[in-house]
């Protein structure tokens, strides 16, 4: 008999903010391997925000999902690969994956704690890394406003951009993350946007204008910015979560666009894989960092494949400081 | 005594759609030349729509205006200029200018008609050519779609993109213009978007989406081209006219802007200055499609100062095709 595994199903076409409902976890057995496959058990796997884009057409209805993983190979008949081997992969939301080793790249336990290679050395890094300095051709000692900023993208992208000489302002949605952004990661300056004003809050702190806007929430934070940016100033688009789940009553966006006109501002959308030509010099980068003590991040972690459906919906409550993982197993 | 001449003034700054009664024309008496000054006496005026912009904040209340202006030199005490010579310059809204020459740019009335310089060889012409080629990097043969299509701009925008072998479908706001548009200068698909529906028009006219998007009016076009951009798609934002006039209740912005991410999108906004280096480029190309015979234009023209407000206004109902200029004297 094969390995009993468990896995996330999409059940329904979240609408609005995703629910438990909207998913179900499965037991299935895996089939035994066949000769070049090997059989992978995840340790972590990973929720992102964007992936409440793909659940509204891209996943399967009653099939499972995929996504960033991390885990170890625990039956091999790939000669490529040893009972022991850590990959990342992205065949996540499972505890256990069948794969040819195409789909695999082995990752080193000793270099990194495992974790960060879904967070500041994978995803969430390059995201940071090359929406900042690629899209948002940012330049040394500009001024920069990152909303979202105590999220695993945001909390790097401040982080960059002051081991870049700038003037940093973020934004998170509780005065506890707000003070940890300053406090933790050196921002400048950071507000609580559920309770202050963003026109107010970036007016004060860059009363010389913003030269890089990082976007992650949409809304009124980036009309906010949007009155702020500086004459050819850039607008990194990486998310905005808070029109993600937008029902049949979608927000409308800001009223203020026409303000890009004369100060010849540019906004323009990215996704990672945009960026994977600039990966080696990333990750030298921010190995460099790391050693240098430049670069602190956080980890919220869920236990269990149960709890990926909740560690999924926290994305869109702010129920994590920096990445959020469901650990699956243990190393 | 000195010439009389007459100018117009900003009496009010306007709220929402500019009116006669924010104006007025006031008689003014020109000084004697002084050593090196000339006396030009406008023969065009220009009037566009950035100049309602201007009206918020920068033309000081109570004094001539500026724009465009094509004018003859009728009174001379600097060498460089004789009487008859015609020049192109920036004071506008206005019979007659005293300078010392170092504004004026002398223009050659056999090349081309002198309206031209302020139309298809001046500043609206430049900003058809340096938006589509240069802030919206069109390439040979690609999709375009162009707001406000018979406008100066914008039926200049359509035709440069023919010329580059790209697909072209323009709006406009009568079935006259919409004729025009298809008939007159080529372009593929038309339609009237006081009547038509822009999503479902440029989905029949682009079934492989818009690769470049040439944005003048803002609101339900802009959403609808948002819908339809390709990968990679851009977005040249000359101007969003339909939100210039907005009063207290400004229209709210496109609810679709997060479209922007996953296809990569560039908006990017430009005023016509920014292509001051392209400008002998500019100037070698359209004279060589004029020459050609593959550009048209269309003027609209008032007659006299005192009709200069009610020709502003025109642009905001759009009771212009093509270029919209005020005729002050006789040539």
Same mark, same amino acid.
């Not at 940071?128 to 695993?152: C, I, N, P, Q, R």
């Not at 004459?231 to 303000?259: D, E, F, H, Q, V």
């Not at 560690?311 to 990445?323: P, Q, T, Y």
């Given at each position: 008999?094969?390995?009993?595994?468990?896995?996330?199903?999409?059940?329904?076409?979240?609408?609005?903010?995703?629910?438990?409902?909207?998913?179900?976890?499965?037991?299935?057995?895996?089939?035994?391997?066949?000769?070049?496959?090997?059989?992978?058990?995840?340790?972590?796997?990973?929720?992102?925000?964007?992936?409440?884009?793909?659940?509204?057409?891209?996943?399967?209805?009653?099939? @499972?999902?995929?996504?960033?993983?991390?885990? #170890?190979?625990?039956?091999?008949?790939?000669?490529?690969?040893?009972?022991?081997?850590?990959?990342?992969?992205?065949?996540?939301?499972?505890?256990?994956?069948?794969?040819?080793?195409?789909?695999?790249?082995?990752?080193?336990?000793?270099?990194?704690?495992?974790?960060?290679?879904?967070?500041?050395?994978?995803?969430?890094?390059?995201?940071?890394?090359?929406?900042?300095?690629?899209?948002?051709?940012?330049?040394?000692?500009?001024?920069?406003?990152?909303?979202?900023?105590?999220?695993?993208?945001?909390?790097?992208?401040?982080?960059?951009?002051?081991?870049?000489?700038?003037?940093?302002?973020?934004?998170?949605?509780?005065?506890?993350? @707000?003070?940890?952004?300053?406090?933790?990661?050196?921002?400048?300056?950071?507000?609580?946007?559920?309770?202050?004003?963003?026109?107010?809050?970036?007016?004060?702190?860059?009363?010389?204008?913003?030269?890089?806007?990082?976007?992650?929430?949409?809304?009124?934070?980036?009309?906010?910015?949007?009155?702020?940016?500086?004459?050819?100033?850039?607008?990194?688009?990486?998310?905005?979560?808070?029109?993600?789940?937008?029902?049949?009553?979608?927000?409308?966006?800001?009223?203020?666009?026409?303000?890009?006109?004369? #100060?010849? @501002?540019?906004?323009?959308?990215?996704?990672?894989?945009?960026?994977?030509?600039?990966?080696?010099?990333?990750?030298?980068?921010?190995?460099?960092?790391?050693?240098?003590?430049?670069?602190?991040?956080?980890?919220?972690?869920?236990?269990?494949?149960?709890?990926?459906?909740?560690?999924?919906?926290?994305?869109?409550?702010?129920?994590?400081?920096?990445?959020?993982?469901? #650990?699956?197993?243990?190393?």
């Amino acid at each position: 008999m094969g390995t009993i595994s468990h896995e996330v199903r999409l059940k329904a076409r979240p609408e609005g903010v995703p629910k438990s409902s909207d998913f179900e976890v499965a037991e299935v057995e895996m089939s035994p391997l066949s000769e070049g496959q090997v059989l992978v058990q995840n340790i972590y796997m990973s929720v992102d925000p964007y992936m409440r884009g793909r659940m509204r057409e891209d996943f399967k209805l009653g099939e @499972v999902m995929d996504g960033g993983a991390l885990g #170890k190979v625990v039956e091999s008949a790939n000669s490529q690969f040893a009972v022991g081997d850590y990959v990342s992969h992205w065949k996540g939301w499972r505890e256990h994956t069948i794969s040819d080793g195409s789909d695999l790249a082995k990752v080193d336990p000793e270099l990194a704690p495992l974790s960060a290679y879904l967070g500041i050395l994978g995803m969430p890094g390059l995201t940071a890394y090359g929406g900042l300095l690629v899209t948002g051709e940012l330049k040394d000692g500009e001024s920069v406003f990152v909303s979202a900023a105590s999220g695993a993208v945001g909390s790097l992208v401040g982080q960059i951009a002051k081991i870049k000489g700038c003037k940093v302002v973020g934004s998170a949605g509780s005065d506890a993350k @707000v003070a940890h952004l300053i406090e933790a990661f050196g921002f400048d300056h950071a507000f609580n946007y559920k309770t202050a004003n963003p026109k107010d809050e970036i007016a004060k702190a860059l009363p010389d204008g913003i030269d890089v806007y990082f976007e992650n929430v949409g809304g009124p934070q980036l009309e906010a910015a949007l009155d702020h940016m500086n004459i050819r100033g850039r607008i990194a688009l990486c998310g905005m979560i808070s029109m993600y789940n937008n029902g049949p009553t979608i927000a409308p966006g800001p009223k203020n666009l026409s303000a890009m006109i004369y #100060k010849r @501002v540019m906004m323009r959308g990215f996704v990672t894989p945009d960026f994977f030509d600039v990966q080696t010099q990333f990750r030298q980068d921010m190995s460099q960092w790391m050693k240098e003590g430049k670069i602190k991040y956080q980890e919220t972690v869920f236990e269990g494949i149960n709890n990926a459906p909740e560690a999924f919906i926290g994305l869109f409550s702010g129920g994590n400081e920096g990445k959020m993982l469901v #650990k699956l197993a243990e190393q």
